[in-house]
């Protein structure tokens, strides 16, 4: 409750493993998983392909 309100949360999240690409590739992985996750209704975790 906030103020008397009651607020819901919710999570997205995008999860990439680390390979020979190095950390900006895994970092786009997830990049692009969460944003994948959120285009498929939020709530939602989404694994690199």
Excluded: F, P, W
């Excluded at 190095?22 to 975790?45: E, F, I, Q, T």
């Amino acid at each position: 409750m906030v103020d008397g309100r009651a607020v819901r949360v919710t999570a997205s999240g995008g999860v990439a493993s680390i390979d020979d690409g190095g950390s900006k590739a895994v970092m786009r992985s997830a990049d692009a998983a969460l944003y994948r996750a959120k285009r498929d209704g939020r709530n939602r975790l989404r694994l690199a392909a």
